[in-house]
């Protein structure tokens, strides 16, 4: 199923959909388009392109345990990325996403997220969490729009912790997801 995001860009609908083995050059593609900050931000290393192993990891999630998203646009091919991947127990699972530098302010990480998050949902995952760099003020700011507990971690001063239980009562979280996911079916039924 493909979802198409909310928030127009030129007139264009990224398409938020589960990455295909063939998006494999398009994604080093996204990645190499991608700012020297934005690589460092989502990997926490200078990177230029992904190294052959990453990249098949993304394109093969391991079904049950792994999933990963994309955000397309027709004239842009992909501009967003967001992955999880589930913890050894199952019951929660790491996070992580990117947009394209030309797509930061638009609301296209906001709806990566949330299509990732009931993604986790659907795979029966009941916490996502994400160590993010402390200075990284974006992530940090949509993790606390979505209701995240962001905190410093211990170990490593430079990263702060963000989490959030995905069992809990319906809550206001709830209730944007299922906002969001209703105008991704209407955008994508009225295309």
Not at 18 to 32: E, N, T, V
Not at 61 to 88: F, H, K, N, W
Not at 101 to 106: C, G, I, Y
Request: charged share 20%.
């Amino acid at each position: 199923m493909q979802l198409k995001s909310e928030v127009a860009h030129n007139a264009e609908f990224p398409v938020i959909r589960p990455i295909q083995p063939a998006d494999g050059s398009g994604l080093q593609q996204f990645i190499r388009g991608l700012s020297l900050a934005s690589r460092y931000s989502r990997f926490m290393m200078a990177i230029r392109e992904l190294p052959d192993d990453m990249l098949g990891r993304f394109v093969h999630p391991q079904t049950g345990r792994e999933a990963t998203l994309v955000a397309s646009s027709p004239s842009a091919d992909i501009v967003g990325l967001a992955q999880y991947v589930a913890d050894e127990t199952g019951d929660g699972c790491e996070v992580a996403i990117v947009v394209d530098d030309a797509w930061h302010r638009q609301g296209l990480g906001t709806d990566l997220l949330t299509a990732l998050v009931l993604a986790a949902r659907g795979s029966g995952i009941g916490q996502v969490h994400a160590d993010v760099l402390a200075d990284n003020h974006a992530m940090r700011a949509l993790a606390h729009k979505l209701g995240c507990e962001v905190r410093t971690n211990a170990q490593a001063p430079y990263l702060v912790q963000i989490s959030r239980t995905l069992e809990s009562p319906y809550t206001a979280w709830d209730e944007q997801l299922m906002h969001r996911a209703a105008a991704w079916v209407s955008a994508y039924a009225h295309a």
